[in-house]
């Protein structure tokens, strides 16, 4: 059961609905002239084609097809067992569930009557061809600093697939927040059309990854943390849970969390290449990314990434360092430390020191020792497989426990290894499990 009493839940989503309301209302008078200033007009021009010219050029469909893998466009715009692009995949957001769009070239449900600047639009501008404004579901705050060029390629590559027929289905979004009125003032407070700039001070291949990381890669989709109406203030990288999903998507400007300042390029190349690098392993949607979209990045692409991630600056102090002398056991850990032998020491290893290529350790493993324990209690629960990579191509996997073992029992085990052989962090209590097994981590 939830800790919360239903009237305490309640008065929670009233004030919260009573803060957007009157957000809403304050900003729609500034909105309506403003959002008409901003928005810049980017309807036909010179180099525009239909599909049916622009599919004509082979080498251009090739480069759109490898770009739509750097951008992961199939995973969301792909229904489970449904065909390819033609989209109908539910994106659940707090404030109910947006369908992906068919991106095949079908003339009434896809994209067969729109033209190359139709899709700029799309991507740069958040904006579809009959000019309603489109859910941030799609990352566009992340694609708009994806070139024309390249957008045309995309373009180029998506209508050569085969057409289907597959209307999007309507969002379930709960009101205020279905309206255009709503995602205007979104627009307003969270995005803003953006060109990539080059930064002159860094090299081409510093530059080139983050154009990758920034743009079609939308790292800072999951990487940076969203505010109670889904919008960021920067694309800052700095981690956050991801609505929904209940995993948290650490930090890669902090070395105690995702960053990889410290990391060799060749380990942070691997990692996106085959989900795995020495003392690291991928998982949960993280594994996705790997197995859907990095895998497949040239060698140049993916040393470029490695060079920006490596590079970016860090945000917040270690805070491992901080800690001193262990604290003593407690009771928690004391009932872990058989569970853990009984249940996770065959591939963990007695000493937490896991077996190389196999079984990540655990003793020493930032992952374990993370601010959030929800990524750690939703590996326990529905056990995992790093992503099957050309780099790794038969996984070593590890069981779900959520039939064996109570929350009070992975509360136990992950308070044990979080504390023991030099590990330091907080507890996990079983209402953090409870929390994450029913869907509402924090
Ligand atoms: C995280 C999920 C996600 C990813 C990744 C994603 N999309 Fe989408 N996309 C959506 C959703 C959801 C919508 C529907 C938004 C709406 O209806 O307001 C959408 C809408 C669109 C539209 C507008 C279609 C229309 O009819 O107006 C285009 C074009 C598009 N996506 C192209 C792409 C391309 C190209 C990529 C890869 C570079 C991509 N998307 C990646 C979720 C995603
Ligand atoms: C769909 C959400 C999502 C997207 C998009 C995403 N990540 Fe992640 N990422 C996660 C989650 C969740 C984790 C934590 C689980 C884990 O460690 O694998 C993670 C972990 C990581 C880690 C740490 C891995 C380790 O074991 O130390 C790195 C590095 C990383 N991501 C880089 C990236 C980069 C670069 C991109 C863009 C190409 C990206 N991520 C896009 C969700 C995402
Ligand atoms: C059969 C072998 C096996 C057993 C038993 C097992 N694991 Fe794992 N464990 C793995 C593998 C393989 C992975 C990597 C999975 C992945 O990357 O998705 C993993 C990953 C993990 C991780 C994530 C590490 C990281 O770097 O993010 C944690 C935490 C973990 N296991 C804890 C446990 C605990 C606690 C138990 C006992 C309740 C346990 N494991 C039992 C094989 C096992």
């Known amino acids: 059961m939830r800790p919360a009493t239903p009237a305490r839940r309640l008065a929670r989503v009233a004030a919260l609905s009573a803060a957007a309301l009157s957000l809403l209302v ?21 180099t525009d084609s ?38 109908g995949r539910g994106i659940d957001t707090p404030f109910g569930t947006v369908y992906s769009s068919n991106l095949t070239p079908d003339r009434d449900t896809g994209l067969g009557a729109w033209r190359a600047s139709d899709f700029w639009g799309a991507l740069h501008h958040g904006r579809s061809k009959d000019g309603r404004w489109l859910y941030p579901a799609f ?43 709503a995602l205007a003032v979104w627009r307003t407070l969270y995005f803003k059309p953006g060109a990539f700039e080059p930064d002159p001070q860094q090299g081409a291949e510093w530059n080139r990854g983050a154009y990758l990381v920034r743009g079609l890669g939308h790292c800072a989709a999951c990487h940076t943390a969203r505010n109670a109406l889904g919008g960021s203030g920067s694309l800052d990288l700095a981690g956050g849970l991801i609505p929904m999903q209940n995993w948290y998507a650490p930090s890669l400007t902090s070395d105690a969390e995702a960053g990889v ?54 945000s917040a102090p270690d805070q491992q360092k901080a800690r001193t002398a262990p604290p003593t056991k407690s009771s928690a850990q004391i009932a872990g430390a058989r569970l853990y032998e009984q249940h996770c020491a065959q591939c963990h290893g007695e000493q937490g020191e896991g077996v ?68 330091q962090a907080a507890d996990v209590t079983a209402v953090d499990v409870n929390r994450t097994r029913s869907g509402n981590a924090r």
Request: proline content about 9%.
């Open 261 to 314: 300042g410290r990391w060799p390029i060749e380990h942070i190349a691997s990692l996106l290449r085959t989900g795995v690098a020495p003392g690291a392993s991928v998982q949960g949607p993280m594994a996705e990314v790997v197995l859907r979209s990095t895998q497949y990045l040239t060698e140049p692409d993916l040393q470029a990434m490695a060079t920006f991630l490596k590079a970016l600056p860090a």
């Open 139 to 181: 990352p566009y705050t992340s694609y708009t600093q994806v070139s024309r060029e390249d957008s045309d390629a995309l373009f180029a590559y998506l209508q050569s697939l085969p057409p289907v027929r597959q209307p999007q289905p309507g969002n379930t979004l709960s009101w205020p927040f279905s309206t255009q009125a």
């Open 26 to 46: 304050l900003l729609m008078g500034v909105l309506l002239w403003w959002s008409a200033m901003r928005e810049e007009p980017y309807g036909t021009d010179s």
């Open 356 to 423: 190389a290529l196999a079984y990540p350790a655990l003793a020493g493993n930032r992952a374990v020792t993370l601010h959030s324990s929800v990524n750690l209690v939703q590996v326990v629960l529905h056990g995992g497989y790093p992503p099957a990579t050309a780099g790794n191509p038969q996984p070593f996997g590890m069981p779900p426990y959520m039939l064996t073992l109570s929350d009070k029992d992975i509360a136990s085990v992950l308070s044990f290894v979080r504390n023991a052989w030099g590990n």
């Open 50 to 87: 239909t599909g049916s010219v622009a599919a004509a050029d082979p080498a251009l469909v090739e480069r759109g097809a490898y770009l739509a893998k750097a951008g992961n466009c199939m995973a969301c715009h792909t229904e489970r067992g449904g065909m390819a692009f033609a989209g």
